[in-house]
């Protein structure tokens, strides 16, 4: 059976109520997570620069915590990008990637343009994130050369798998617009290397393809059966056509949403570990920034080759701030703390010298358990030659409770206080009754 094929019919399946009650939650806690970063950073440069595109168009699509309404397509755009600002948004460790940047401003868009359940919205997601982690897993598992953005290369896919779940297309029109998506896979890493953010529309590309692929699908298009797993198909023209087993393997029998990940640091994955093991570090009674002789940071493989991780040299911007492993351990250490403040302050000459101290290497117990467990570990020399040493196996990635409360807190920044309370309580029960419209209503500004 051809893959997008297989993946329509274990997509249309999916009906919250037949589901384990914890894969529902989970994705409650994916949609908080995009929501809040949606808030967080709106002055970043390309975030501006989607709004104002947004503006130029009308519509009925909100755009979150801004007074401005507009086209379906402009809506999953500038959402995703939005998302991307605070680079705090769900991650895939398995592929590298960042599916909810993509998934969920689809799926809101949609939902609100067609004033769906959001019941529908839940089962919707659940299926992108199917297509998402399975696609991830055959492409960019097991290591290999990261040419291409993970979240680029599967975004589209996905948001098309979610569309059409959320649009009830039958099994042949689901798996078209899989397919129909898959053409429009891309997404350049050169922006890692030279430290720009150009990666921040990725994202909003595959959005607004899956929206399209969809709506295709729904009119009639159709695309060949074997987009995915052909010779000439999606997994072998990004890796190996062999590995497409992968991606069908266990289908239907566990939720690759489950996989997700959420990030507590405003950073690349690669470093979230490291920056936790830092800050372990730094609350030692021995410990003060000003006596660091030098720092070891172990790490696995997939973090060292990752472009842009490696990087000890000059710091240029944030977004390259967000990438090296060496200044964000240098800034956690200087500073005492993990906030976004750490990143927006690339320039700090103090981190800078700090960053030039640490040594990055390949811990061999840490690359065998990725991505099962994402560890690292933190050597720091002081001065009289005392040295703190914290080892942690796995990432301390967020749950439920902290991201409701950091959907509070930006809701209440953006939105105010009123607002930020049936927000969340609105994001924490959807699927029981509200509407995507009825949630997206509050993301609003008021008049």
């Known amino acids: 059976m051809p893959l997008a094929r297989a993946f329509a019919i274990h ?21 908080i997570d995009y929501l809040s970063s949606t808030m967080g950073d709106q002055e970043f440069p390309m975030a501006r620069h ?11 699509c909100t755009i979150p915590a801004t007074r401005i309404r507009t086209s379906l397509h402009q809506a999953a755009f500038t959402g995703a990008v939005l998302s991307g600002a605070t680079s705090q948004i769900d991650t895939h460790p398995e592929s590298a990637s960042h599916p909810g940047s993509a998934i969920w401003p689809a799926l809101l868009a949609l939902g609100e343009a067609k004033d769906l359940d959001g019941a529908d919205l839940l089962a919707g997601a659940i299926a992108a994130y199917e297509v998402s982690g399975r696609l991830g897993r055959a492409i960019f598992g097991g290591g290999g050369a990261f040419n291409m953005r993970p979240t680029g290369v599967l975004g589209a896919a996905a948001a098309a798998a979610g569309c059409a779940r ?10 078209a617009a899989i397919c129909i998506a898959a053409n429009t896979a891309g997404g350049l890493m050169e922006w890692a290397r030279t430290g720009t953010t150009e990666h921040m529309f990725h994202a909003g590309f595959a959005a607004r393809n899956g929206i399209t692929a969809a709506l295709l699908a729904r009119a009639g298009s159709c695309a060949a059966d074997t987009t995915l797993e052909g010779p000439r198909g999606m997994i072998a023209s990004f890796r190996d056509g062999t590995r497409s087993g992968i991606a069908a393997e ?12 959420h990030k507590q640091t405003p950073a690349c994955l690669f470093v979230q570990t490291p920056c936790q093991a830092a800050l372990t570090v730094a609350t030692d009674p021995a410990y003060g920034p000003e006596r660091i002789e030098e ?29 090296s492993i060496q200044f964000s351990v240098a800034a956690v250490l200087w500073h005492g703390r993990i906030a976004t403040e750490n990143w927006r302050e690339f320039s700090n000459p103090a981190v800078a010298a700090l960053a030039a101290k640490v040594i990055l290497r390949e811990e061999a117990r840490f690359s065998r358990n990725f991505p099962k467990l994402q560890g690292a570990l933190v050597e720091v020399d002081l001065e009289g030659g005392k040295t703190l040493l914290v080892a942690q196996e796995d990432l301390r990635a967020l749950g439920c409770p902290e991201l409701s409360d950091r959907l509070h807190t930006y809701a209440h920044r953006c939105l105010g206080i009123e607002q930020a309370g049936v927000l969340t309580g609105l994001a924490k029960g959807i699927g029981a009754g509200s509407r995507v419209r009825e949630l997206m209503q509050e993301m609003r500004l008021r008049d």
Do not use: W
């Open 166 to 175: 959320l649009l009830r297309l039958d099994v042949q029109q689901s798996a």
């Open 250 to 261: 266990g289908l239907g029998s566990s939720f690759e949403i489950n996989a997700i990940q």
């Open 50 to 60: 989607a709004l104002a595109l947004a503006a130029e168009e009308s519509g009925d």
């Open 11 to 31: 997509n249309n399946a999916i009906d919250i109520q037949g589901i384990p009650v914890s894969v529902v939650d989970k994705a409650r806690t994916c949609l």
């Open 295 to 323: 720092i070891r940071v172990h790490v696995c493989g997939p973090a060292i080759a990752y472009p842009g991780c490696n990087n000890p040299g000059k710091i240029g911007d944030m977004q390259a701030a967000r990438l």
